[in-house]
């Protein structure tokens, strides 16, 4: 007699462990019920995996086969504080997605603004020598492509202005 409430000692007490938890566990033999801290009727199929609504909350809910057969346990488990979990996570990744984007708009746009000074003063240049100010010479500081660019522009300006010195005299 001893013996055999020994199992049903042992899963009382793990559905009292697991009760103050939040987690709702029953135990079968037979189709019989021996432990259960379900406080609503529950219809589940052996060796299953569910997602099921329960006391107006979504559960997952697992049966399976223990002992070799001779008991069920059947284990439903809050899934609604995950979901929120999941939200809160899902939220934190969009707010830093777009932090991340910002923040690297933001420093293309000053890279760009850089690097486009130099053809802007290029192109100013340009329109002053189009007006018929051939003495005007584009900046040259740096060292990078731009300042070639501007020193080619400079030696064809010192080439076309020594072509028209040529052409007056």
């Known amino acids: 007699s001893n013996h055999s409430s020994s199992p049903s000692l042992l899963m009382q007490s793990f559905g009292a462990y697991y009760g103050q938890k939040g987690l709702y566990l029953a135990f079968e033999s037979n189709g019989e019920t021996i432990y259960s801290s379900f406080t609503n009727e ?7 995996l569910l997602h099921i609504d329960f006391d107006g909350e979504r559960h997952i809910v697992i049966s399976s086969e223990i002992c070799d057969g001779k008991y069920t346990m059947i ?18 990744y969009v707010l830093t997605a777009i932090l991340v984007s910002l923040f690297l708009a933001i420093c293309l746009y000053f890279i760009l603004k850089k690097l486009s000074g ?9 329109e002053v020598i189009e007006a018929g100010d051939f003495s005007v010479m584009a900046e040259e500081k740096g060292n990078d492509e731009f300042t070639l660019l501007a020193k080619s522009f400079n030696a064809m300006l010192s080439t076309i202005n020594g072509q028209m010195t040529a052409l007056e005299n």
Request: no cysteine; glycine share 0%.
């Open 118 to 126: 130099p053809l802007e003063t290029l192109r100013k240049t340009t």
């Open 75 to 92: 284990f439903f488990f809050n899934v609604e504080s995950l979901d929120q979990e999941f939200e809160l996570l899902m939220l934190s």
């Open 42 to 48: 529950y219809d589940i199929d052996k060796n299953s």
